[in-house]
């Protein structure tokens, strides 16, 4: 249950992104389409080279997934990235994937993207080795400047984890950066992005020994 102090934060809160929130919108990509491909037939469910020419965006507008996990959701700033359908040549540093955390295919997502750099955002499904890419599963926007990034997304990500340097150890490169542009929630992907290994809790049981004598 919330303490009232966490209760009245949370309302000044709401208050305040409801009055910034006016400047900014979410559109669902493909509308009521979704972000949908038919393996059967090889189709995409929209254009969402249509859908996009027919919207403007700004800075702070969300994009807004309706998709399950048999799409990807990758963002990209690099058209050569863009083009090949691909992440494999990603350096990491200009192109994202959102999973919504899920693993197995099939199971409905939402995933909400911000958009928090200018110029021109890269859009494209990965799935089935770029099938789905070269069939219609990309876009390509320009994001305007507009009112600019709000306050909540205008965070810069946390920096790296560097190892403290050790009595007489020579100092290694460090390398660790997996947060998006202002903390956007998606995950930097490429070849020089170190892989994170999920652990799934694995639950042992002991069974204990009892000893007659
Ligand atoms: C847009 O989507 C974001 C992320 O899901 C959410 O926090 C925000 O409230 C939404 N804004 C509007 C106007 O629906
Ligand atoms: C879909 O397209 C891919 C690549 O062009 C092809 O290998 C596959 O056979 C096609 N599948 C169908 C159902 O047409
Ligand atoms: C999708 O829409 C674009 C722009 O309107 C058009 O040029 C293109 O031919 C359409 N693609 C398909 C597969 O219908
Ligand atoms: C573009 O917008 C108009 C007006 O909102 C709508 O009628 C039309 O269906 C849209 N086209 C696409 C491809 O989303
Ligand atoms: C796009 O990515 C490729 C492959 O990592 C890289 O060689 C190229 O420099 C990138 N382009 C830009 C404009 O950053
Ligand atoms: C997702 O892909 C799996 C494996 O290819 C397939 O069995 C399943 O029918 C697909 N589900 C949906 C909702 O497209």
Redesign the pocket.
């Known amino acids: 249950m919330a303490t009232p102090t966490v209760f009245i934060a949370a309302l000044s809160l709401a208050v305040l992104s409801a009055a910034a929130s006016a400047a900014y919108t979410n559109y669902t990509v493909g509308g009521n389409s979704g972000w949908l491909f038919n393996d059967a037939t090889n189709t995409s469910s929209a254009?969402y080279?249509?859908w996009a020419?027919n919207n403007t965006f700004n800075l702070g507008d969300y994009l807004v997934f309706n998709t399950n996990s048999n799409q990807t959701v990758i963002q990209t700033y690099n058209l050569t990235i863009y083009q090949s359908c691909s992440i494999d040549d990603s350096d990491g540093s200009d192109t994202f994937q959102y999973d919504g955390g899920v693993t197995s295919f099939g199971q409905a997502m939402t995933i909400p993207v911000p958009l928090t750099i200018e110029g021109t955002n890269y859009f494209f499904s990965d799935a089935d080795d770029g099938v789905q890419c070269q069939a219609?599963m990309r876009f390509q926007i320009k994001v305007n400047h507009g009112s600019g990034l709000p306050p909540s997304l205008n965070q810069p990500p946390p920096p790296p984890y560097m190892e403290p340097p050790g009595p007489g150890t020579p100092q290694s490169p460090s390398s660790v950066t997996t947060a998006g542009p202002s903390g956007n929630g998606g995950v930097a992907v490429g070849r020089n992005v170190p892989l994170t290994v999920t652990l799934i809790g694995v639950v042992t049981i002991t069974l204990g020994l009892i000893r007659f004598v």
């Open positions: 254009n080279s249509a020419a219609g």
